[in-house]
């Protein structure tokens, strides 16, 4: 059954750091990575969708990247900001290509 | 704007009352899905409707059911709820195409406390 890591589980920065929030699963056989964010008592957002035959995926200041064979992915926020604060999760489908298995999430703190 | 709404926000109801949540979706996706998140733990899947097609979880008690009467609403009922099924209870949808599971979409959850 797979299993998805996040590290760490929680991480505070001052304003305008850039920083890369990890995520690792063991079983690499999977269709696509997706990452969202949760902010407190609220449903995910969705960020980004990452197939399994890309490396990378950009939304404006968000980087997220895929390695596969090694079972990796990271996401990595520029330039962050306060609004930034929230939870964010990653998800692999649990085998090959059935619904997701999430991650804990790392609870992320961009201190003004 | 093309969403997932779930209803109500926030549930209470007493122990071993029934209670039903609702979702719906204006994405026309074929298939949803009901999470339960506890506090601080990462969503865990009930179930999920793949057009008409249910599919359980192994994991998941029996005391929780669902039903898609059509493609935009699912419902959770929960037969007998107990203190340990109070949790953010999240619907998404997503399509599924080209043999593969595609991008997820998320309702704004269901509080539900059990009394």
């Known amino acids: 059954k797979q299993e998805v890591t996040q590290i760490p589980a929680a991480l505070s920065v001052p304003e305008g750091e850039n920083l890369v929030l990890n995520c690792s699963f063991t079983?690499?056989?999977?269709?696509?990575l997706q990452w969202f964010r949760q902010d407190p008592g609220k449903g995910l957002t969705s960020l980004l969708l990452?197939?399994?035959?890309?490396r990378e995926q950009t939304s404006g200041r968000l980087n997220a990247s895929l390695d596969k064979s090694s079972g990796r992915s990271t996401l990595y926020i520029a330039a962050s900001q306060p609004g930034d604060s929230a939870t964010y999760l990653c998800?692999?489908?649990?085998?090959?290509?059935?619904?997701?298995?999430f991650g804990k999430g790392t609870r992320l703190s961009v201190i003004a | 704007d093309a969403m997932v709404i779930q209803n109500p926000r926030y549930q209470v109801t007493q122990f071993g009352k029934p209670v039903t949540l609702s979702c719906s979706q204006t994405?026309?996706?074929?298939?949803m899905y009901w999470y339960q998140q506890k506090s601080s733990q990462a969503p865990k899947l009930l179930f999920h409707?793949?057009?008409?097609?249910?599919?359980n979880e192994a994991d998941t008690p029996d005391n929780f059911q669902s039903r898609r009467p059509n493609t935009s609403f699912c419902f959770l009922d929960i037969r007998s709820p107990g203190l340990g099924d109070a949790a953010m209870y999240l619907c998404?949808?997503?399509?599924?195409?080209?043999?593969?599971?595609?991008?997820?979409?998320f309702g704004p959850g269901t509080r539900l406390t059990v009394l």
């Open positions: 998404a949808t997503s399509t599924y195409a080209g043999g593969a599971y595609n991008e997820q979409f």
């Open positions: 079983d690499s056989a999977i269709y696509n």
């Open positions: 990452i197939q399994s035959s890309q």
């Open positions: 998800a692999v489908p649990n085998s090959g290509n059935t619904p997701l298995v």
């Open positions: 994405l026309n996706h074929n298939v």
């Open positions: 409707y793949y057009d008409k097609d249910f599919n």
